[in-house]
């Protein structure tokens, strides 16, 4: 790419920014992207819904769950789709061949100095550039997993195809003690990989502070353990995962001049976690906005719905172990187009109030009494 200023410059290569560099040079923008290792694969296991893959090819699907099953007091079967995504094949479906790629990790202050030389410049370098922090006081998800043979994780699916969470509380023991009551809740993700492994992952939704990942770990021990799953599973996987997520994304303004994208800004889904469907869809349409002339405020503007989200999180925050499981035995209940409104970050206003109405009202009168008191207090 030849001198001057380009249109847009964009930091960072992980799904977000990767999928915008790329979109705005399909659509004949002049870019310019900035990552400490540009060519690195992603290593994280992405899961999106089969639906939320418009407009990708279908080699970016590694595994295809047809009916992902949650687990609480009940078992309820999804009747949406639910794949794991190939990310070699995903970031070859976004080329970078006609951006202008440099490698470069860069500060705050490196990233608003862009602006001199380019018209937009997106910020999408995650939601803890400088790294994490054991002080950090915002909410996050954390995770703990681990890669085995498919016939090795078998007992501990239980027969289903796969587990999108499991609620059960089978990860205590007897030194940990019968009642839960202060327990953080905590649920196993048992996805197949498609490639004869499936990932066992002990997750907490979200916490302050975190849950602990070492105490993750020894609850995936415990709970494999109890289902017959060989010990050396945990101690000896074919791969481990640890995840941290922030549930508000970075938390504060975008660096000036800048836009923020993905978890960089509010891309994700404050109660789930989720954030790499809606990424890749938002590149597309602001990518379109770009090359029409128009620079919006924010990637990301707040919608009515986010204050319901916002007292989602408060919910999943404050809810112990008894009422984690009421609540997901009624989201199991949910009717299929509220669940999808429940589960993505693009949900309408009506929709998800539907949702949550909906799951209230299908719980027991004292899980009724624990969510309200959740939700509503500051």
Same mark, same amino acid.
């Given at each position: 790419?030849?001198?001057? +200023?380009?249109?847009?410059?964009?930091?960072?290569?992980?799904? $977000?920014?990767?999928?915008?560099?790329?979109?705005?040079?399909?659509?004949?923008?002049?870019?310019?992207?900035?990552?400490?290792? #540009?060519?690195?694969?992603?290593?994280?296991?992405?899961?999106?819904?089969?639906?939320?893959?418009? /407009?990708?090819?279908?080699?970016?699907?590694?595994?295809? &769950?047809?009916?992902? /099953?949650?687990?609480?007091?009940? %078992?309820?079967? &999804?009747?949406?789709?639910?794949?794991? &995504?190939?990310?070699?094949?995903?970031?070859?479906?976004?080329?970078?061949?006609?951006?202008d790629v440099r490698p470069a990790r860069l500060d705050d202050a490196e990233v608003a100095a862009l602006t001199s030389s380019s018209r937009v410049v997106v910020d999408a370098r995650g939601a803890r550039p400088r790294g994490l922090r054991a002080d950090d006081p915002a909410p996050a998800q954390t995770a703990f997993g681990v890669v085995v043979p498919a016939d090795v994780a078998a007992p501990a699916l239980q027969d289903a195809e796969a587990l999108l969470m499991d609620w059960r509380t089978d990860w205590r023991t007897d030194q940990v003690g019968a009642g839960t009551a202060g327990l953080r809740p905590s649920f196993l993700?048992?996805?197949?990989?498609?490639?004869? %492994?499936?990932?066992?992952?002990? %997750?907490?939704?979200?916490?302050?502070?975190?849950? #602990?990942?070492? /105490?993750?770990?020894?609850?995936?021990?415990?709970?494999?353990?109890?289902?017959?799953?060989? #010990?050396? $599973?945990?101690?000896?996987?074919?791969? +481990?995962?640890?995840?941290?997520?922030?549930?508000?994304?970075?938390g504060r303004p975008p660096v000036d001049g800048t836009l923020a994208h993905g978890v960089a800004g509010r891309g994700g889904h404050v109660v789930t976690g989720y954030s790499v469907a809606h990424a890749l869809r938002r590149s597309r349409a602001l990518a379109d906005e770009l090359a029409a002339g128009q620079v919006p405020r924010r990637v990301d503007a707040l919608?009515?719905?986010?204050?319901?989200?916002?007292?989602?999180?408060?919910?999943?925050?404050? &809810?112990?172990?008894?009422?984690?499981?009421?609540?997901?035995d009624g989201f199991g209940h949910l009717p299929a187009h509220l669940q999808r409104a429940y589960m993505s970050r693009d949900g309408d206003l009506a929709d998800v109030a539907a949702a949550m109405w909906s799951m209230f009202r299908r719980m027991p009168w004292s899980g009724r009494r624990e969510l309200a008191r959740a939700t509503l207090l500051p």
């Open positions: 790419m030849s001198g001057g +200023r380009v249109d847009v410059a964009v930091v960072g290569l992980g799904p $977000a920014g990767r999928s915008l560099a790329s979109a705005c040079a399909a659509r004949g923008l002049r870019v310019v992207a900035v990552d400490p290792r #540009p060519a690195a694969v992603w290593t994280p296991t992405y899961g999106v819904w089969e639906d939320e893959l418009a /407009e990708l090819p279908p080699t970016v699907v590694r595994s295809r &769950l047809a009916a992902p /099953e949650v687990r609480a007091h009940e %078992t309820h079967r &999804l009747s949406r789709p639910y794949v794991v &995504l190939d990310n070699i094949a995903l970031q070859a479906a976004l080329p970078l061949d006609d951006v993700y048992a996805i197949p990989l498609g490639d004869g %492994t499936v990932l066992l992952e002990e %997750t907490c939704l979200a916490a302050v502070p975190p849950l #602990p990942v070492e /105490e993750l770990k020894a609850r995936l021990r415990r709970r494999l353990a109890a289902r017959g799953v060989d #010990p050396s $599973a945990v101690d000896t996987p074919l791969h +481990r995962e640890v995840v941290h997520i922030p549930m508000r994304g970075r919608a009515p719905a986010d204050a319901l989200r916002e007292a989602g999180l408060r919910a999943v925050l404050r &809810l112990d172990v008894d009422g984690t499981l009421a609540l997901f």
